[in-house]
């Protein structure tokens, strides 16, 4: 009874479209939920279907490629992902992870991985921010496919420029050599589900994959929230 009147004083508002969500609903109204831009590249193993595997064509080797969302200026994904990385909201990274790794165990890629590994946050950025939101996705993805992740065991050894408005050029070579593998036991044999909260030219994905196949790792695949 206290949480309804606390709903009706002060109603959540969908983190899509800022409108009041209804009761049952989540971070995201069911308008938003139906109408969100879904990639469905999960249904798209080959390489030679999957746009998002193809962008690693001749660069690293990458088993599998997802993301759950196109990525649309000023859209319901880019709204959802500023309230993720810039609002404090560590529990819709979790949500969206969570939601995915479901869509993903129906079509039975939770028997493909064996650890999760989010794309880590320098130190400094994340003493500002509080939490890695590509660890706050890898934590709901661990959680319905039922597979441990390791938010530490990739670091980041310089805080390299933001890759906004980056050529794709200078994104790879803002973060050529930023990465390493601090704990190559947990990727050694494995195969990797390597994760992000979006991906643009992959520059990032690459190079972290590159550290985690230099480390033992056997296969790397790759999961976003977003691609733009």
């Not at 193809?54 to 990458?62: E, H, K, L, S």
Request: glycine letters at 6%.
């Amino acid at each position: 009874m206290f949480d309804d009147l606390l709903n009706l004083l002060f109603p959540q508002s969908c983190y899509a479209c800022n409108g009041a969500l209804a009761r049952g609903e989540e971070f995201i109204c069911t308008d938003c939920s139906v109408k969100l831009p879904y990639t469905n590249f999960h249904e798209q193993a080959s390489a030679d279907q999957n746009p998002l595997q193809r962008r690693f064509w001749g660069r690293v080797q990458v088993q599998y490629a997802f993301s759950y969302l196109h990525f649309m200026p000023k859209g319901r994904v880019q709204r959802l992902l500023h309230r993720l990385k810039y609002k404090g909201a560590e529990e819709l990274g979790e949500y969206l992870g969570q939601r995915y790794g479901s869509l993903l165990s129906d079509h039975q890629y939770n028997q493909q991985f064996d650890v999760i590994v989010p794309v880590p946050l320098h130190k400094s950025k994340l003493r500002r921010r509080g939490y890695n939101q590509a660890a706050c996705f890898a934590k709901g993805l661990s959680q319905t496919l039922k597979i441990g992740y390791h938010e530490y065991t990739l670091s980041r050894s310089v805080d390299t420029a933001t890759q906004t408005r980056k050529s794709r050029f200078d994104r790879w070579q803002n973060v050529e050599q930023v990465f390493q593998v601090a704990k190559p036991e947990q990727v050694k044999g494995k195969h990797v589900l390597l994760v992000d909260d979006v991906m643009t030219t992959g520059a990032t994905l690459e190079a972290c994959a590159r550290a985690l196949l230099a480390a033992g790792a056997t296969e790397v695949s790759i999961a976003t929230i977003a691609a733009a």
